[in-house]
């Protein structure tokens, strides 16, 4: 990755954030701020798109979505944190781009139409919600982004923005757009609790970067195992099992971890034990993130300004490309 790169990347805010989102992405982002011009939007718009009956649901968690950033370690300092829905060259852009791309081609993106079936839609889908992938792929191209730092989930959508941008600068002859990559996290996808392949709120699996200690304690007592470590003496599987998923994700003793897996994998080490060390570890991961966030939540005018600024600077740097977006169109009428 070059120096001075650009990074987008975002969040719908429908809920508060979990630790799968921390693997996912907002690691990569406390890390890369330093070195990078790094945008965060919260997607409200795009939260719209399947809550349309219910704004008032994103509205209050814009603020739990800010608070979650604040206090994990983004800093606004270092990242432009921002509203979506009022950058309003996003929506001019996401129109140009509907033009360029087929409605049989929204049809196979597979991350909508997984989300068209977990929601029950069929056919009676939002248009809205159909074209969200154009409207992500206007998020990023109107910041130049070259970067952004998704869970695997996000790939297609990524794969149907450089699709878009390919075919804006290639009918446009132009390279105003750039090509974007996804940033995939080694732990590309955190387990749920339950042991479900995906950490989710809405599949009720998820730790909460929010959740209180106690909170924690009881969703790591209950959290799924290897159901076929029935007796402390029986080997157990390591691989598939989110006790140890979650402790590559947030332990910082690796040895410790590798020895834990040996001995689980031999038999005669009990869930309990690791689970005892799980909520260790997570405890010591999550304790600074919630006392920060209590602080921050005392203040939540201070959160708006911070958004309210990063969203100025956003427009700034949106309207920018957007005038070369014109040019490069020739829709430019006035000059
Ligand atoms: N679709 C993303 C999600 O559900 C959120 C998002 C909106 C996003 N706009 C984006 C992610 C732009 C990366 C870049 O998590």
């Given at each position: 990755?070059k120096s ?51 704004p008032q ?202 020895e834990l ?75």
């Amino acid at each position: 990755m070059k120096s001075k790169s650009i990074i987008l990347t975002g969040d719908r805010p429908t809920g508060k954030l979990h630790l799968g989102h921390y693997v996912g992405s907002l690691a990569a982002r406390v890390a890369l701020q330093k070195e990078h011009t790094q945008f965060v939007m919260i997607a409200d718009a795009q939260a719209l798109t399947d809550n349309a009956d219910n704004p008032q649901k994103i509205r209050e968690n814009i603020l739990e979505v800010a608070l979650d950033y604040l206090a994990v370690g983004i800093d606004p300092h270092q990242t432009t944190i921002f509203i979506q829905s009022l950058v309003t060259a996003i929506p001019e852009l996401t129109m140009y781009f509907l033009n360029l791309v087929t409605w049989n081609r929204l049809k196979h993106n597979p991350t909508v139409k997984l989300e068209i079936q977990q929601k029950g839609y069929g056919e009676e889908v939002p248009a809205g919600f159909m074209i969200y992938p154009v409207n992500q792929a206007a998020d990023i191209t109107i910041f130049k982004a070259n970067f952004v730092p998704v869970g695997d989930d996000q790939i297609p959508v990524i794969e149907q923005t450089v699709e878009l941008v390919r075919k804006f600068n290639r009918t446009y002859k132009t390279d105003v757009l750039v090509e974007p990559k996804a940033l995939i996290a080694s732990i590309a996808r955190l387990p749920g609790t339950d042991g479900k392949a995906k950490m989710s709120k809405s599949l009720g699996n998820a730790i909460f970067l929010s959740d209180t200690a106690d909170e924690v304690m009881k969703k790591v007592k209950m959290m799924y195992t290897d159901p076929g470590h029935l007796r402390v003496e029986d080997p157990g599987k390591v691989e598939g099992n989110p006790v140890f998923t979650h402790l590559d994700a947030f332990g910082t003793d690796k040895a410790k971890i590798e020895e834990l897996k040996e001995h689980y994998r031999r038999g005669g080490l009990g869930d309990s034990i690791v689970k005892k060390y799980l909520l260790e570890v997570l405890q010591t991961f999550l304790e600074p993130i919630r006392k920060r966030r209590e602080e921050l939540a005392k203040d939540p005018k201070h959160v708006m300004d911070i958004l309210f600024k990063g969203t100025e600077a956003a427009n700034r740097a949106a309207h920018q490309t957007l005038i070369e977006i014109r040019q490069a169109m020739g829709i430019d009428y006035f000059r």
